[in-house]
């Protein structure tokens, strides 16, 4: 039950002048009996909350930034007509700042024995699963004076997907990779490719590709095309340690991390290679194996899309075994983490050659362009100090790059904006040069 603002309003203006006629008890019972009575019958006349039906139906799933519709249906039994003043509880993160309450506040009347829908749009500002809360409905009697007010349970989720801004690199990803695949005029020839069929030789090929057998077989002389090496197998491997949860601009690396493995994963499975995931830190996060071309992507999207930065220390003994048992014939191993120097030094270093010995290893980590400005600052003393901190910074970050080179590792060190189309490229290298 509620009092309504016109309630209090109709109480003060009929007190006034008893109050200054006259000011006492009669005076205050004359206004306010009959204003209770009003009440009372509107009460009795709003119609009944408990007995009401809610259903929801709507989107289910919407990319980070983009609306998610849910549609909640609202169907009146009684024999009374439904004025009221509805809320749709979703949590803070449903919304953008400063819009939930014009979002989640409706108004409806529903006649006796009929429904209405109304639609709540959300438009979610962080991944993960956003799950509905308590319906408040107020029904409202005709004199708008007194209300009944009740909460109803209408359980919805809503799972928000990472956004993968770096979709936009596909196509030029795509076409250099049809280069490389002789689909178009460029074909690929040379050590550790993968024959692909013979043609009649032509000026200016290279003469190490004629194909003797065959140009003796035939009178023109045949020589051999290739094209890069297909139904191979990639392992990506997020770090979820406590280094992922670091933020570089507005988001934590982590999310730098997935969308350069959801342009990697598209661009791998277009390939005709095939695509695992493994999220780690001291356990298995998440784990996406066996999956067909055309179900990668959508399957990694959902699986990280409720993936969140762990504040512990990653195990990479316990990580390295974990990829060696998902990965076990030879694979391009794809490690997702940090290049700081104690973790790699500490953690990886020790366990690295039983990657390096099966496998080949690219390691991709999120750089922080505020540490390149501050690099190139200059003005006063506090400007000079970060300059040298910002430059001992990336030497140690450089440092830790060479030596894992050293070791057999390829090494993209990137800011987010170009960490994704970085480790694309760097996998097109891979694959044209029949490393994988």
Known sequence: MALTGRTALLAAVGSLPVGIWEPSLTGLLAVNVPLALACACDF?????????????????SARLGEQADVTLT???????????????????????????????????????GERRRITTRLRPTRRGDRQADRVTIR????????????????????????????RKHLPSKLARLRELDGRTSVLTRGEGTEFDSLRDYVPGDDTRSIDWRATARQTAVAVRTWRPERDRHILLVLDTGRTSAGRVGDAPRLDASMDAALLLAALASRAGDRVDL???????????????????????VNALATLEPELVETDSRGLTATALRTAPRRSLIVLLTTLDAAPVEEGLFPVLARLTQRHTVLLASVADPHIARMATARGDADAIYESAAAAQAQNERHRTAEQLRRHGVTVVDATPGELAPTLADAYLALKAAGRL
């Not at 007995?51 to 709507?58: A, E, K, P, Q």
């Not at 949590?91 to 819009?99: A, D, F, I, K």
Request: aromatic content about 6%.
């Open 278 to 300: 493994l999220a780690y830190d001291r356990r298995v996060r998440a784990l996406v194996q066996g999956r067909a071309a055309g179900d990668v992507l959508p399957s990694l």
């Open 44 to 60: 009795t006349l709003a119609a009944p909350v408990r007995h009401l039906r809610l259903t929801r139906s709507g989107d289910t």
């Open 139 to 166: 029904s409202y009697g005709p004199l708008g004076l007194f209300a009944r007010q009740g909460t109803h349970r209408v359980p919805w989720t809503v799972r928000v997907l990472p956004p993968f801004t770096s």
């Open 74 to 112: 609202i169907t009146n039994p009684s024999r009374r007509l439904l004025r009221a003043h509805l809320r749709d509880a979703w949590p803070p993160s449903s919304w953008q700042p400063g819009t939930e309450s014009a979002a989640a506040r409706h108004r409806l009347t529903v006649p006796a």
